[in-house]
């Protein structure tokens, strides 16, 4: 079930990582408060991870720090660097293959390891795009 939070809680979060991966949850964090206004920030069980909904969830950032998973490889998930999710990436047109499925069936990411990688024209596209989607599904729900 999820858990709304406040903002302090994620700002908290982000203080305890690492220099690199602060900035670019913060870069992320700002485009998809731009772009998705309307979206709101939550977190799921205790994972402190930052997660944004509106009719249904849209996408999360999730800093390689914070493991996926007990026992997870956090050196394998480091060098990809800080995840930004899709969470129905498959039903996004992503014709440049910016979006990753790496064998999932829904949720798509996309990896940056430094502020230079976010291209922030691709990052709104795809986050207006992913806004239109949750529209479609708040068009289906009032139906």
């Given at each position: 079930m999820p858990a709304q939070v406040n903002s302090a809680d994620i700002d908290d979060m982000i203080v305890n990582l690492p220099r690199d991966e602060q900035l670019l949850v913060k870069k992320?964090?700002?485009l998809i408060i731009e772009c998705l206004p309307q979206a709101a920030e939550k977190t799921y069980n205790d994972l402190r991870i930052p997660f944004y909904s509106r009719n249904r969830l849209i996408c999360f950032i999730w800093p390689p720090s914070l493991s996926w998973e007990p026992g997870a490889d956090l050196e394998?998930?480091?060098s990809k660097g800080v995840t930004l999710g899709f969470n129905y990436g498959k039903l996004m047109s992503n014709e440049d293959?910016?979006?990753l499925?790496?064998?999932r069936k829904?949720?798509?990411v996309m990896y940056?390891?430094?502020l230079e990688d976010i291209n922030e024209t691709k990052v709104r596209?795809?986050?207006f795009e992913a806004a239109m989607i949750?529209?479609?599904f708040g068009k289906k729900k009032r139906k």
């Open positions: 992320l964090r700002a394998k998930q480091k293959g910016a979006l499925a790496e064998g829904q949720v798509y940056f390891k430094k596209a795809l986050l949750d529209e479609e």
